[in-house]
DNA sequence: ACCTATTATTGACGAATCGTCACTGACGGA
DNA sequence: TCCGTCAGTGACGATTCGTCAATAATAGGT
């Protein structure tokens, strides 16, 4: 009268097999190539057995975005650690969210189209949810360093926004950079000339220094501070761009320089 | 010897008429609910001749996106022409990307849709180029606004940044801003306290602000600005708006105080 | 009027892929 | 040994895409 065992533990590690699986065939083939009879074909299990884990195609789509959102997470948490001024911890955070999108360029995109109603409509609630709480904790990191700064009198808070208002200001605009540039800009030729990383933090500049945070961009060396980061808390990061052969490319005009200092 | 003629003319009317009623399909039934079958039956013309017009679904919905980019860089011509400062011109086009949102969600979401991968693989060249000319002729209207206010003095280019990494700076972040809040931000909770209109111009106000672009928020009152905006240039389009029961909710913190002035 | 060359249109069909469900098999008690 | 339960399986029905051979329409030539 006692069945089978349900490994709680064994069901999650499977699960992960199978998000893994599914990313590096979107890596090799694009999210096009993807679909429920290759992944079968290509792990030890069978496509009932797939569909206990993901009702849909879109939920499998959505999983992977999850284990994405937790890997940013992670990444802004560290980021979070830097020991420098609240304005460079922020700064860290956008990098972290660069590095993120330029290491695992898939995942991002996929942010993109879960999104749209299309795959967003045909997700599991469990999943909805899950990236509800991804979200939160999300903006939780920066939220912390806004928090901080406020106290420090690193900057003032404008009258008519509040804390969550701020880091949603910085979070859209980074996600917005990103995601325009994102796809191959060179096949588009009014985003030519725009690198990634350079429109990156000069958007960013532009946020913090309309907020008034200190120091204002005019008073650091936003280049530095970035190499910086990258050799002591992104050393990993940095190794990997380096092994998939990206340039960060912030040589070229790296930030804005606020000169008008009123 | 001479066979049916193909009138140009026409031809352009059929495809206008597919488009209309695939996105009036979409409205009804979410871009889940588009099929080809279904746009089939609710057409005068048979499943190839719409394959004539679009070689594949995806190449329909780009095609959808077009329109929207067309009737996107009319509202920013016709924000351009307001008898303003620069500043007040820019914001105007800003308005005009919150207007087109919201009076056509569908058709603003579907450029995010657009943008991954598995959408733009599958769409046909030709319409590729359709929508880098109109990308292009877009940023153009923003590009004229700033080419006139660095003339002005209103503002000067910051030192590491060019005309089109302001004009691209001011793109994504509205780009960033809408996007992430265009979905019923009421069903996430980390978004929940920030309307679309509010945390748009927080943001648009607080990256020309950072340019030092004046006058600066401080010294305007945007939201006044943007009711005069909206009885003046954008009538029919708040006409529209009310027609439709959407409120800009600009009542709420509208704009970034600068008080820091430092 | 009729024929013909050319092109537009059609919709039935093949192919691909999704998601289901009736069956199989594995396991642990009785 | 048998049985009850549940995880796993993969063939199958259903859907939808995109094609293409057949058909219809047209206008000039005779």
């Not at 999650?12 to 190539?33: C, F, N, P, Q, Y």
């Not at 999300?138 to 106290?151: F, K, N, Q, R, Y």
Request: charged share 25%; net charge negative; with cysteine.
């Amino acid at each position: 009268m006692s069945p089978r065992i349900l490994d709680e533990e064994s069901l999650h590690a499977r699960e992960l097999e199978l998000l893994d699986t599914a990313l590096s065939i979107i890596e090799k083939e694009g999210v096009a190539g993807l679909n429920m009879d290759k992944l079968t074909s290509c792990v030890p299990y069978s496509k009932g057995t797939i569909y206990n884990h993901f009702n849909s195609k879109e939920d499998l789509l959505t999983g992977i975005c999850c284990q994405g959102m937790r890997i940013l997470t992670d990444l802004f948490s560290k980021a979070g650690t830097f020991a420098g001024s609240t304005r460079e911890r922020i700064m860290a955070q956008n990098l972290a969210y660069l590095l993120y999108a330029l290491l695992y360029p898939n995942r991002f995109l996929l942010v993109i189209s879960v999104m749209s109603p299309t795959l967003f409509e045909r997700t599991s609630e469990r999943r909805r949810e899950e990236i509800q709480t991804l979200e939160t904790e999300l903006l939780g990191t920066v939220l912390t360093i806004v928090d901080e700064s406020i106290a420090n009198g690193d900057f003032t808070l404008p009258v008519h926004m509040n804390r969550k208002q701020v880091a949603f200001a910085n979070w859209s605009t980074s996600f917005g950079t990103i995601a325009l540039l994102s796809n191959d800009t060179e096949s588009c030729e009014c985003r030519r000339g725009l690198s990634i990383g350079c429109e990156l933090f000069n958007s960013i500049n532009l946020i913090l220094d309309g907020l008034g945070w200190k120091p204002l961009s005019s008073e650091i060396d936003s280049a530095a501070l970035i190499q910086q980061l990258l050799s002591e808390i992104f050393i990993k990061e940095r190794l990997m761009l380096e092994s998939k052969g990206i340039n960060l490319d912030l040589s070229a005009p790296a930030v804005a320089e606020k000169n008008h200092s009123k």
